[in-house]
DNA sequence: GATAATTATTTGAAGCCTAAAGCAACATCC
DNA sequence: GGATGTTGCTTTAGGCTTCAAATAATTATC
């Protein structure tokens, strides 16, 4: 809802927020879009989820392993569900698990050979994919959205945490 | 990995692709950072889900109400999905559905009064949300914003539509 | 060294999601 | 008007996800 001011100059009312909320569900739409693709690629190519898919990008990052709560944290989900996706991916051999000498309440999880390997290429691949999906975007427009997008994680993010206090 | 020319001007060598996996990270990041801000207060405030709030949501758009297929299509989530979850609004007692007249294999679903009254009451807090989490953009950097990720809309539609044909 | 608090992980219940198979009702075509 | 095909929806099997409760092992405290 627009209102014209007496200069006749298009002027919003104070609690107008349809431009926030459109592009909201811009980035929504555009993210999804992009991942949904991603996790259809993944799946014809290679027969793997997007779950799986980032967990093992980040044992591929620590070749000494990580324990579970490592994952949770880095991958930013609930323990439980790292529980699961190890245990999934330990059935299929591309995970070891193993109790930690040190204190037996901790699995270390590393990727095996057989799943560096394969992960290595389907890493490769995924990275092509970005570059052509990003394609029509020139290295300005690449450079603009990254900026624009860390001042948007920063407003975000100081919502958040002004939620939790 | 950047090397110099003979102009000492930093030039990429042609398969890096290092800037477009960095800005689809940083993009998910950001989604997927708001997305959960935004579900963990529609649970807290209303005690909904963010997929029944988008359901209400396009219910609220067509007061004559909608197939389930329309629903399944508008959403762009799968048949079986919607089932389940018209099931548990109707449940909930936010939705009404009913078998048309006309074809008796078509579910028609609406808001029911009380629905349509809570879906307003969260929408209203919903946009307030998006604008306070967008809060340090100014209205160039939204409009920024938008213009970007429409071209990114329209580069990743490219890529699927190719990889379909 | 026993008790209490903390930490790491697992389990269980519930919801969301998909793909594929199945069922029922409608439409077409002869 | 009956066989064939199509459409709308549900069901099933499986995976991902969370939260909360339970277990087990370690650390801190006294």
């Given at each position: 809802?627009t209102?014209l001011d ?7 009312t ?7 909320l459109?592009?909201?569900l ?14 259809s ?6 027969e793997?989820t997007?779950?799986?898919?980032d967990l ?9 392993g990580m ?5 949770s ?9 790292v529980?699961?996706?190890?245990e999934?991916?330990v ?8 109790t930690s ?63 939790m206090?």
């Open positions: 809802m209102i007496s200069e006749t100059k298009a002027v919003e104070p609690d107008d927020h349809g431009d926030e459109r592009l909201w811009r980035l929504l739409t555009c993210t999804t879009m992009i991942e949904s693709e991603i996790r690629r993944l799946r014809e190519r290679f793997v997007l779950p799986r898919f093992m990008a980040q044992l591929d990052k620590t070749p000494d324990t579970l709560s490592d994952v944290k880095r991958m930013m989900v609930s323990n439980g569900n529980t699961g996706l190890v999934r991916l059935e299929s051999g591309h995970v070891d698990r193993r000498s040190t204190d037996r309440r901790v699995q270390v999880i590393r990727l095996t050979r057989q799943g560096r390997a394969e992960f290595r290429k389907m890493a490769a691949e995924h990275e092509r994919w970005i570059a052509e999906i990003f394609g029509d975007l020139g290295s300005k427009d690449v450079a603009d959205l990254m900026k624009l997008l860390a001042k948007t994680k920063a407003s975000a993010k100081k919502a958040v945490t002004a939620r206090a």
